[in-house]
């Protein structure tokens, strides 16, 4: 399983971000996906998690208003949209997948990892 992150770059207070997660090398049917982020000096942190079978989405009740997950099964594809981007937002932001299906906070939970991708936000 491998899985590319892109999308990063350096954004203005209130952007909107997009991120895309391409995921390769097996069928994903039953695999829980899920984005996560880690600034320095912090904690890896949940951003929300999808299924890929039926598309449904898991996120933190602090989280939901903010982070939005959607997936595209032809395109192999798991994205990731937050809008009004802060300052606070800059961090390395990660895919994950698993193949229970599992799509919850738990960083441990995950097998399979992309090399993250870098979001810088200058006020």
């Known amino acids: 399983v491998q899985l590319q992150a892109s999308g990063g770059g350096v954004f203005q207070v209130g952007d909107t971000l997009r991120l895309s997660c391409v995921a390769s090398g097996h069928t994903f049917r039953n695999y829980g996906m899920s984005w996560f982020r880690q600034a320095p000096g912090k904690e890896r942190e949940f951003l929300g998690g999808?299924?890929?079978?039926?598309?449904?989405?898991y996120y933190l009740a602090s989280n939901k208003d903010r982070f939005v997950v959607s997936r595209d099964t032809v395109k192999s594809t798991v994205y990731l949209r937050m809008d009004s981007l802060k300052p606070e937002d800059t961090a390395t932001y990660y895919c994950a997948a698993e193949a229970t299906g599992y799509k919850g906070s738990a960083w441990r939970g995950y097998d399979y990892w992309g090399q993250g991708t870098l979001v810088t936000v200058s006020s």
């Open positions: 999808i299924s890929w079978n039926d598309g449904s989405t």
